[in-house]
T-cell receptor, first 114, second 114 residues
Framework: DAGVIQSPRHEVTEMGQEVTLRCKPISGHNSLFWYRQTMMRGLELLIYFNNNVPIDDSGMPEDRFSAKMPNASFSTLKIQPSEPRDSAVYFC????????????FGEGSWLTVV | AQKVTQAQTEISVVEKEDVTLDCVYETRDTTYYLFWYKQPPSGELVFLIRRNSFDEQNEISGRYSWNFQKSTSSFNFTITASQVVDSAVYFCALSEAGGNMLTFGGGTRLMVKP
């Protein structure tokens, strides 16, 4: 079975540019999460979707960040404009069913903003 | 509020030694779920185990074993006869039944030297 698929795996961009990260969750999973990992803050939840609807976006750092899930098999996380402090690993994850079930992570998108 | 503490930031052992990674959690819920994930040098987050709060049985999977003790709010992870391939960062995580997010500890970096 295919796991969570993220693209791009690595991205280097200049400050001010728009960055779009993409995610395909595991088929049949109805919850999708975007996490960010940095040395300073560890793993932190940015946003959570259930059945394609954003449920909790309290972790989104600021208006420069936006996320969409137009259908059950695709989500994007967009940063516009990007800043050097956005450099991090961004993980997409998905889960079937209710809270408490296992959340499976993609391989991450390594973003560097110079 | 839920919290996970992994007091050991870094552990170094020699191959074939046994090693225990500590995890202490805080939650007000009586129903919750505990997880361990492995993050090898390649960066992905790999699910290892899920345990619910009503199941205190210890679990063994090959060289891996987990000790869940509600009395001390701990969910420790032991690797027996460690191998170089076990070198990774290991994360303990908690999900409350009433919530949707997975809260991670800060991680323990395990280095297994040949």
């Amino acid at each position: 079975d295919a796991g969570v698929i993220q693209s791009p795996r690595h991205e280097v961009t200049e400050m001010g540019q728009e960055v779009t990260l993409r995610c395909k969750p595991i088929s049949g999973h109805n919850s999708l999460f975007w996490y960010r990992q940095t040395m300073m803050r560890g793993l932190e939840l940015l946003i959570y979707f259930n059945n394609n609807v954003p449920i909790d976006d309290s972790g989104m750092p600021e208006d420069r960040f936006s996320a969409k899930m137009p259908n059950a098999s695709f989500s994007t996380l967009k940063i516009q404009p990007s800043e050097p402090r956005d450099s991090a690993v961004y993980f997409c994850a998905s889960r079937r069913g209710q809270h408490g079930n296992t959340i499976y992570f993609g391989e991450g998108s390594w973003l560097t903003v110079v | 509020a839920q919290k996970v503490t992994q007091a050991q930031t870094e552990i170094s052992v020699v191959e074939k030694e046994d090693v225990t990674l500590d995890c202490v959690y805080e939650t007000r819920d009586t129903t919750y779920y505990l997880f361990w994930y492995k993050q090898p040098p390649s960066g992905e987050l790999v699910f290892l185990i899920r345990r619910n709060s009503f199941d205190e049985q210890n679990e063994i999977s090959g060289r891996y074993s987990w000790n869940f003790q509600k009395s001390t709010s701990s969910f420790n992870f032991t690797i027996t006869a460690s191998q170089v391939v076990d070198s990774a960062v290991y994360f303990c995580a908690l999900s409350e039944a009433g919530g949707n997010m997975l809260t991670f500890g800060g991680g323990t970096r395990l280095m297994v030297k040949p």
